[in-house]
């Protein structure tokens, strides 16, 4: 989740399918596969169309629509296909098999990646098998710093989150009318910086996350076991973030099929299996950070929300419309547009501050 977006002209459906057809064919020495046999898969998001590979064995394509980072379209491909590389060896992220190009058909190119058979999380059910998943992600070994590009590589997470918020921040006045909420947002901005400054050059646990980790990005398999799908924001930097980003309320409520409400209970027990999972050496250090990097993350999304907002707003008064959305992705920015409404909204900035501003504040490093 990251603006401002940059967006290629898709074409037609129709024509995608052509292509996919065609490079497929190529791909696997003439094996026939029609465009009948590429199937588009209901839209989940509005930076990628996924499409099943028919006469194939398991294969999926992803097709990018627009970069959440701003890249350009090889550079878009080339962070992508890194992504997906460096996670697979954890076991739950689906493999990389070829990345296709940008050309005429396919603007942005695409990565044929694995299918992954399995249904949207409950998150009230299924947040032990996200722990085991993000667990596996963050025990993958670090490259050298060298190898690690091209995905970034924050060296002081709790400085690059704050990068991300103060560019986001400046956004805030034009994105929310409510006094009380802005208020409520310059209080956790100079928090943010205070936390920021105290712990200037302090080091805390690194591994490769998975940065967007929100329930709808996974999906349960028949076993239960938990798969990140959505590898587009990987890169080396704080689990106690993904950790955060999977938990949060404005997490859990993001996602249309992947929706619940976690309770204090349900988040405890979900960072308990998590520190459950990892070394203990590895749980200890994580611990003194676990409260303030959850709190950092939520500001993170938060700005993030008003960001988009102000932007898309600026879009729309400019005349700036996407004229080719169907009826389905209608819907789709209908709703995350209602939802990003609903993060700045006093009652879910309440109820997510309450964490740490109640009497009783969550201690996440009880877990």
């Given at each position: 989740?990251?603006?401002?977006?940059?967006?290629?002209?898709?074409?037609?459906?129709?024509?995608?399918?052509?292509?996919?057809?065609?490079?497929?064919?190529?791909?696997?020495?003439?094996?026939?596969?029609?465009?009948?046999?590429?199937?588009?898969?209901?839209?989940?998001?509005?930076?990628?169309?996924?499409?099943?590979?028919?006469?194939?064995?398991?294969?999926?394509?992803?097709?990018?629509?627009?970069?959440?980072?701003?890249?350009?379209?090889?550079?878009?491909?080339?962070?992508?296909?890194?992504?997906?590389?460096?996670?697979?060896?954890?076991?739950?992220?689906?493999?990389?098999?070829?990345?296709?190009?940008?050309?005429?058909?396919?603007?942005?190119?695409?990565?044929?990646?694995?299918?992954?058979?399995?249904?949207?999380?409950?998150?009230?059910?299924?947040?032990?098998?996200v722990a085991v998943c993000l667990a596996q992600v963050h025990g993958l070994p670090m490259p050298a710093p060298p190898a690690r590009p091209p995905l970034a590589d924050h060296s002081d997470p709790v400085a690059g989150t704050m990068a991300f918020i103060e560019d986001q921040a400046r956004h805030i006045d034009a994105a929310v009318p409510m006094p009380e909420v802005r208020r409520a947002l310059a209080e956790e901005l100079a928090w943010?910086?205070?936390?920021?400054?105290?712990?200037?050059?302090?080091?805390?646990?690194?591994?490769?996350?998975?940065?967007?980790?929100?329930?709808?990005?996974?999906?349960?398999?028949?076993?239960?076991?938990?798969?990140?799908?959505?590898?587009?924001?990987?890169?080396?930097?704080?689990?106690?973030?993904?950790?955060?980003?999977?938990?949060?309320?404005?997490?859990?409520?993001?996602?249309?099929?992947?929706?619940?409400?976690?309770?204090?209970?349900?988040?405890?027990?979900?960072?308990?299996?998590?520190?459950?999972?990892?070394?203990?050496?590895?749980?200890?250090?994580?611990?003194?950070?676990?409260?303030?990097?959850?709190?950092?993350?939520?500001?993170?999304?938060?700005?993030?929300?008003?960001?988009?907002?102000?932007?898309?707003?600026?879009?729309?008064?400019?005349?700036?419309?996407?004229?080719?959305?169907?009826?389905?992705?209608?819907?789709?920015?209908?709703?995350?547009?209602?939802?990003?409404?609903?993060?700045?909204?006093?009652?879910?900035?309440?109820?997510c501050r309450a964490e740490w501003l109640d009497s009783d504040p969550l201690d996440l490093a009880r877990a």
């Open positions: 989740m990251q603006s401002p977006l940059h967006h290629n002209p898709a074409p037609g459906d129709d024509a995608i399918r052509q292509a996919l057809a065609r490079a497929v064919a190529a791909l696997t020495g003439g094996h026939p596969i029609t465009a009948g046999d590429v199937r588009p898969l209901p839209q989940k998001g509005i930076a990628h169309r996924h499409y099943h590979l028919g006469g194939t064995d398991g294969w999926l394509a992803r097709v990018p629509r627009l970069s959440q980072f701003a890249l350009a379209a090889g550079d878009n491909l080339t962070y992508q296909a890194a992504c997906f590389a460096r996670a697979a060896a954890s076991g739950h992220t689906p493999r990389l098999h070829h990345v296709l190009p940008p050309s005429a058909a396919l603007p942005m190119g695409a990565l044929v990646i694995d299918a992954i058979a399995g249904e949207a999380l409950k998150p009230t059910r299924d947040m032990a098998a943010a910086r205070r936390f920021a400054d105290r712990v200037a050059g302090q080091a805390q646990p690194r591994a490769l996350v998975l940065s967007d980790t929100h329930p709808g990005n996974f999906l349960r398999a028949a076993d239960g076991k938990a798969w990140f799908v959505d590898l587009e924001k990987a890169l080396y930097g704080a689990p106690a973030i993904d950790l955060a980003h999977a938990s949060l309320f404005t997490s859990t409520t993001w996602d249309i099929a992947a929706h619940g409400v976690l309770d204090r209970d349900a988040v405890m027990a979900f960072y308990g299996a998590y520190l459950a999972a990892v070394p203990a050496e590895r749980a200890a250090a994580l611990r003194p950070w676990l409260n303030d990097m959850r709190r950092l993350t939520w500001l993170r999304t938060t700005t993030w929300s008003c960001k988009w907002a102000a932007t898309r707003s600026a879009a729309a008064a400019n005349g700036d419309a996407d004229e080719t959305a169907d009826a389905a992705e209608r819907t789709l920015r209908a709703h995350i547009a209602e939802r990003l409404r609903n993060f700045t909204a006093p009652a879910t900035v309440a109820r």
